[in-house]
């Protein structure tokens, strides 16, 4: 994400705050922000998977839980991706063809 002065830097901080459930604390600890424990900003879906600073995928997040997480996919993106690929049509095609796999 490119750098962003402290005016705009507020601005969007209080965009991402103010969407539903959300708030002024962290998306992941839900531990509030306060003086000593500012936020941060986070790319839910890692920039590194995909190259958006697009404001739907930027949560708060504060310093250590954004540092945690790195550049990971949340486990709860990962598990609905996986589910989504397990039901699809071509994933069941390719497991019941008598591959390498077996059957499903």
Avoid at 41 to 50: L, N
Avoid at 58 to 76: E, G, I, Q
Wanted: with cysteine; charged share 20%; glycine share 6%.
């Amino acid at each position: 994400m490119a750098r962003i002065n402290s005016k705009n830097r507020a601005r969007l901080a209080e965009r991402l705050a103010s969407r539903k459930g959300c708030g002024w604390w962290c998306f992941y600890c839900r531990a509030p922000f306060t003086e000593n424990r500012r936020p941060t900003f986070d790319h839910y879906i890692p920039y590194s998977a995909w190259k958006t600073g697009r404001q739907w995928n930027l949560v708060l997040a504060c310093s250590s839980c954004n540092t945690a997480k790195a550049d990971r996919l949340p486990y709860t993106v990962a598990v609905v991706l996986l589910c989504k690929v397990r039901t699809s049509p071509v994933w069941r095609a390719a497991c019941q063809g008598g591959g390498r796999h077996g059957t499903a």
